[in-house]
């Protein structure tokens, strides 16, 4: 069955960096655009970045752009969010996500890992 597992969460200090990494197996990951999300309690999940199969295209939120790096790795199908001078407000539990090619949304979610930018 699909999976998704995210690890390289955890606490950082302000203007500190993390890597995210998602390993997904039970399907073909190079098939697949990939997505991160990110929610906050009381607050709508909302899409971080994004990666087509090739990674020729690579969409961001505004507020990430310039800061995090979305990349894969096809051949070992991993995901992974480069995090770089992260801030309190980029605190939240981080999804890993496949998108389904027909409908553009979201068919499968990783177990989310917390993130915690603080002093």
């Known amino acids: 069955q699909v999976q998704l597992v995210e690890s390289g969460g955890g606490l950082v200090q302000p203007g500190g960096s993390l890597r995210l990494s998602c390993v997904a197996s039970?399907?073909?990951?190079?098939?697949?655009?990939m997505r991160w999300y990110r929610q906050v309690p009381g607050k709508e999940r909302e899409m971080v970045a994004g990666?087509?199969?090739?990674?020729?295209?690579?969409p961001y939120l505004a507020d990430v752009k310039g800061r995090f790096t979305i990349s894969r790795d096809n051949a070992n199908s991993t995901l992974f969010l480069q995090m770089n001078s992260l801030k309190p407000e980029d605190t939240a539990v981080y999804y890993c996500?496949?998108?389904?090619?027909?409908?553009?949304?979201?068919?499968?979610w990783g177990q989310g890992i917390q993130v915690t930018v603080s002093s």
């Open positions: 990666i087509s199969r090739t990674s020729r295209s690579t």
């Open positions: 039970g399907f073909t990951f190079e098939h697949y655009w």
């Open positions: 996500a496949r998108v389904e090619p027909d409908s553009g949304r979201v068919d499968y």
